[in-house]
Each structure stands twice: as structure tokens, then as C-alpha cells.
């Protein structure tokens, strides 16, 4: 009797945690799980960060945000249905983001092991970057070797590619970590950094400014600007729509060509960039 009993009790309770446990299965069978959850929200919460123009662009009258990876994922978001829901942030912070369930995508960002470990990136860029510096009025430099060493200063973001880049090609100068880019600015300014990394892009445009050189240092480093989305089950048919948006914005040239307008409206100089490159 008690073995039929115990037997009973173990079948009630292998039910119970059948009838729990389906939810997560349909989930995880289910890939357009992400976009079915986005859709039904009516918004897709994209990050925006002050300071990065002309990526994001804040009016500090109406607090409304603009700026080419708006557009972008404004584009996104009528495809979908919804509407950009702005989640202010940092490039350090996206991670993190992700894990809370701030932000539904991000845009611009370089692939990362350690943030691959909970974040999916896309694996075709929407647009193809490079690494620069940003160096005191009248003192550009040629090669990355010219900063590797222990008097020299070099300034980038805390947590971003940024900072992966100046330790690995910098190793023995002095790496100070900020947290935004007015601050690595700010440094540059008051002449305690004799360069500040960033993608060359940010770099050309910063240089309106009259702030510093900028240099566009060898060896020349590429690097890809892709999307990526929080790793969570059902989420392949939203990297998938993804994915396909990505290649007929590079296949058609509408990622270039909104990018080289963004640019000219701001008056920025392409000149810079090497002979042949291409974005």
C-alpha cells in the first residue's frame, strides 16, 4: 500500500512540474517568442547615450532624441509595429542592460567575448569602422607604438572596445578609464592625456571642435559595428529579422548613404579616411 501510495504521490508531482515547466518549453520552441513580446509591448526600448553625436543627439529643450542610430532603429521599430523607447545608458552599461531587460537591442557595438556571454551579437556589420586617437593640437602620431610607453597618458571609455583597444596595443602606458566621452574630452582639454581612442568616425567629428588631431594610427584596425540582442530563448527569429534588415541596409547602400548624410549635415570632413576605405 505505501509503495502504490508513494508511486501515486511521485506521478501527482511529476505533473505539477510538468504543467510549471511548460510555459519556458513553448518558449524555447517557439523562436519568434522575442518579437511576439516586443510586438505585444508596442514599444522596443533602444539605449541612447548623451554625448554621442551625431549617433544620438538630445534637444535639451524638449529632451527628444534624434541622430543616425535613432533613425536606424526607429526604421526597426516600424517594422515592427511600435515605437523607439528611449533608455538613456552608457556603451559600459549595455551588458547590464541587457541582463534587466532595459533595453530590447542595441546598435553601433562591436563584438565582445565577455559581453557574448549573455548577449547575442549579429554576425554581419551595418557598417565597418576603425580605431583612431585623439591627440593635443600639433601632435599627431603615425603608428600606436608612438603611445606605448609609460610617459604617455591615453584616455578611453570604462567598459567599452575603447578601452580593450588601448591596453592591448598600449600596454605600457598609462591607461585611464572614463565613463563618457566629455569626460575623456575633458582630460585631453586640461592636458592630462596625450590621446584619447575612439572610433574614427566619433573622432572626425569631434575634431569640429578644434579640440585636437586626429590620427588614424598603423596598423590600421577595422573594427565591425554590429547589433545585438539579449540571449533569452526565442529570441532566433528576432536576430533572424535582424539579421535580413542588416543585409538590404548594406546591400542596397542605405546604411552608407545615411550615414555620409549625417556627417555632411554636420560638416564633417571625410577626408581623413585612407584611400579605399570603405564603411
Known sequence: ???????????????????????????????SAVLDKIRASG??????????????IKDPATGEW???????????????????????????????????NKIDVAIGVNPNPKRGLVVDYLWEPLFT???????????PVKTWA???????TVVAQKGSTMQVVAEALMPKA????VEDRNLALLELQAGRADA????????????????????????????PATLAVARQPGNAGYINFLTNWVQQQRSLGLAQARLAKAWEDRGIDLSILPAGFSF
Open 43 to 56: 514599444v522596443l526600448k533602444i539605449p541612447v547615450m548623451v554625448g554621442e553625436e551625431p549617433g544620438y
Open 129 to 139: 569602422d576603425a580605431w583612431a586617437v585623439l591627440t593635443p593640437p600639433g601632435k
Open 174 to 177: 598609462n591607461i585611464v578609464p
Open 66 to 100: 534624434t541622430g543616425f542610430y535613432v533613425d536606424y532603429l526607429t526604421d526597426v521599430a516600424t517594422l515592427l509595429g511600435v515605437k523607439v523607447e528611449p533608455v538613456e545608458t552608457t556603451w559600459g552599461n549595455l551588458a547590464a542592460d541587457f541582463q534587466s
Open 196 to 223: 584619447v581612442v575612439f572610433a574614427i568616425f566619433d573622432a572626425i567629428q569631434i575634431d569640429l571642435k578644434g579640440v585636437g588631431d586626429v590620427s588614424l594610427p598603423e596598423p590600421v584596425l577595422r573594427n
Open 146 to 152: 608612438e603611445l606605448n610607453d609609460p610617459s604617455k
Open 1 to 31: 500500500m505505501r509503495s502504490t501510495t508513494f508511486t501515486s504521490i511521485l506521478a501527482f508531482l511529476a505533473l505539477v512540474v510538468a504543467a510549471v515547466a511548460q510555459p519556458a518549453r513553448a518558449d524555447d520552441n517557439n523562436p
